[in-house]
C-alpha cells in the first residue's frame, strides 16, 4: 500500500507538470522564465493561469521530500495508516491544483 500511495504522488507531478506546459503554450512564455511578469499578467489572462499552475507544481514540489520521508518513517510501524495519509495528501493536492489553477489566487 505505502509503494502505491508514494507512485500516486509521481502521478499528481506528472499530471501538474502537464498544466504548466499547456498554460505555459498558451501564454507564450517560454523557458527558463519560471513565471510571468506583472506586465503580462495585466495584459493576459493566460500569463496568470501559468503563473497559478507553476505555482501549485512548485509548492507540491517542495513538500514532497518531507512527504516522503515522513511516510517511510511512519511505514516502519504501521503501514496502513503511512499509505492513508500520504494518499490523503495527494487527493488533497490534486483538489488544490484543480481549484488554484482555474479560479486563480483570489479564491
Do not use: F
Not at 499530471?15 to 501564454?27: G, N, P, T
Not at 505555482?55 to 515522513?70: D, F, G, I, K, S
Not at 488544490?96 to 489553477?101: A, G, L
Request: aromatic share 8%; proline share 5%.
Amino acid at each position: 500500500y505505502v509503494g502505491a500511495a508514494l507512485l500516486s504522488s509521481i502521478l499528481l507531478i506528472s499530471v501538474q507538470l502537464k498544466i504548466v506546459a499547456a498554460r505555459r503554450k498558451a501564454s507564450g512564455i517560454q523557458p527558463p522564465q519560471l513565471y510571468a511578469e506583472q506586465a503580462e499578467v495585466a495584459k493576459s489572462l493566460h500569463a496568470l493561469r501559468l503563473n497559478c499552475a507553476q505555482r501549485a507544481h512548485l509548492n507540491t514540489l517542495e513538500y514532497l521530500p518531507m512527504v516522503y520521508l515522513v511516510t517511510c518513517i511512519t511505514a516502519c510501524k504501521y503501514p496502513i495508516l503511512a499509505a492513508s495519509l500520504c494518499e490523503s495528501w495527494v487527493i488533497t493536492r490534486a483538489i488544490y491544483t484543480r481549484d488554484y489553477t482555474s479560479s486563480g489566487p483570489e479564491k
